[in-house]
């Protein structure tokens, strides 16, 4: 069985507030999750809330300035991208 998926849906979001809540309702139906920001993200739950507790693909698109201030924890592989 083949199955395949034609096409690309994007909904903006502009608070992340919001952006958590419809991935909560919505579990796992989303590929992946951008954010695109000029701050860092300053709470870790929303960080999980985002990525679903590390499920969805979370992607930060931040200026260099700011990238040092997200890291998270001690792995240094949020970082790869620099």
């Known amino acids: 069985m ?3 998926q034609y096409g690309l849906t994007i909904t903006v979001i502009k608070e992340l507030d919001q952006a958590a ?7 796992t139906a ?3 999750v951008f954010v695109v ?5 300053s709470n870790e739950r929303t960080l999980d809330s985002l990525g679903h507790n590390g499920v969805l693909p979370l992607f930060l698109v931040l200026p260099q300035s700011a990238i040092e201030r997200q ?3 001690d ?3 949020l970082l790869s991208c620099l």
């Open 21 to 27: 809540e419809l991935l909560l309702q919505e579990g």
């Open 2 to 4: 083949l199955n395949f």
């Open 71 to 73: 890291r998270v924890g």
């Open 75 to 77: 792995d240094p592989s």
């Open 30 to 32: 989303g590929r992946c």
């Open 37 to 41: 920001q000029n701050n860092p993200l």
